[in-house]
């Protein structure tokens, strides 16, 4: 399982920005998919999840309204879309999937908002 994130970069009070997960090494249309992400200091925590067909979607209370997840099945890729960003935001995001008992994770992309 490999998981590959991008798009992470600095960004201003109120911008955007868009992350993607690149995935392989598993069936990927048929796992959830969630990011989650780490602010220095900080635990690690669940931003927002996506059902395996795409249907459903949850959101951390702390980004609802902002952040949009997305998946496109024949790319095997999984999006954040993330708006109105907050300095509160800055932290490292992270890819995550859940394959029988083990959870993968990817590298991480830094997202660091100014004020």
């Known amino acids: 399982v490999q998981l590959v994130e991008s798009g992470g970069g600095l960004v201003q009070f109120g911008g955007s920005l868009s992350l993607s997960c690149a995935a392989s090494?598993?069936?990927?249309?048929?796992?959830?998919l969630n990011w989650y992400r780490q602010a220095p200091g900080k635990e690690r925590e669940l931003v927002a999840g996506?059902?395996?067909?795409?249907?459903?979607?949850n959101y951390a209370d702390s980004v609802k309204g902002r952040f949009t997840i997305s998946r496109d099945n024949a790319k095997n890729t999984v999006y954040l879309q993330m708006n109105s960003l907050k300095p509160e935001d800055t932290a490292v995001y992270y890819c995550?999937?859940?394959?029988?008992?083990?959870?993968?994770w990817g590298q991480g992309t830094q997202v660091t908002v100014s004020s």
């Open positions: 995550n999937v859940r394959v029988f008992v083990t959870n993968y």
């Open positions: 090494g598993f069936a990927f249309s048929s796992y959830g």
């Open positions: 996506i059902t395996r067909s795409g249907s459903s979607t």
